[in-house]
């Protein structure tokens, strides 16, 4: 496991830099094939937000801004649509120079009204991911994809967002979204990014299937890196272990 040290306060450390290397699958992704990272900010103790509901604040500025990088770097963010309701995010790139990605929700049994910052006139492409027959946004693009046990298979979303030249994708959130792609081995690389402090309560990141013996966790290979404010993250690459397996 490698540690290197990046001072976000000015940016990126220049090329030379083993840093960078963070990005680097991000731009040598083959365009022949969907190239999915997902991106989780919790405690030390594994918690993205308090009983209350509460996650603003648990990740610092550098990671913040690490975030903002990663939707630079890609072609869509995807978010479920809970995460929609409860924190309307911009799901814009703002904190560095870069083009915003496509923002896409998946909602697979139409919940969300024609209101929240990711349907904003910006330029970017506006994307719903639904089972509705009859969805109310209006103003986004509509993917109507069959739902399975009221779900939409992760997989089908990618092949559709791919089909659509959306190659480089981000599950940005919640971690229950992030969680049905990693069980469906959709995942080549995770950035987690572990915030000092400890919560102690309310609602746990990662919770996957459950598994008899440790011989059936997932063990990507993982490069960590101390971001200036205190932050730490994990680069974890999937390519080894896209599915439960290996």
Known sequence: MRVDTIALGGGWPGPASPATDVFAPFREASPDRPFVVGQLGQSLDGRIATVSGESRGISGDSALVHLHRIRAHV??????AGTIIADDPRLSVRAVKGVSPARVVIDPSGRLDA???????????????????EPACAAA??????????????AAIVEA????????LLVEGGARTLAAFI??????????????????????????????????????????????????LFDCDFSCCR???C
């Not at 693009?141 to 992760?154: D, T, Y």
């Not at 990662?206 to 011989?215: D, H, K, N, R, V």
């Open 75 to 80: 072609d869509a963010v995807i978010v479920g």
């Open 183 to 232: 069980e469906a081995g959709l995942l080549d690389r995770l950035h987690l990014l572990v915030a000092p402090m400890i919560i102690g309560s309310g609602r746990n990141g990662l919770e996957l299937s459950p598994i008899g013996t440790l011989a059936s966790a997932l063990r990507p290979r993982v490069q960590t890196h101390l971001l200036d404010g205190g932050d730490v």
């Open 243 to 245: 599915q439960r397996s």
């Open 141 to 154: 693009e509509i993917i109507r994809l069959e739902r399975r046990e009221g779900l939409i298979p992760p």
């Open 161 to 168: 967002l791919f089909a659509r030249g959306l190659t480089r």
């Open 115 to 133: 209101r929240g910052n990711w349907l904003a006139e910006d330029g970017a492409r506006r994307i719903l991911v639904t089972g509705a027959s």
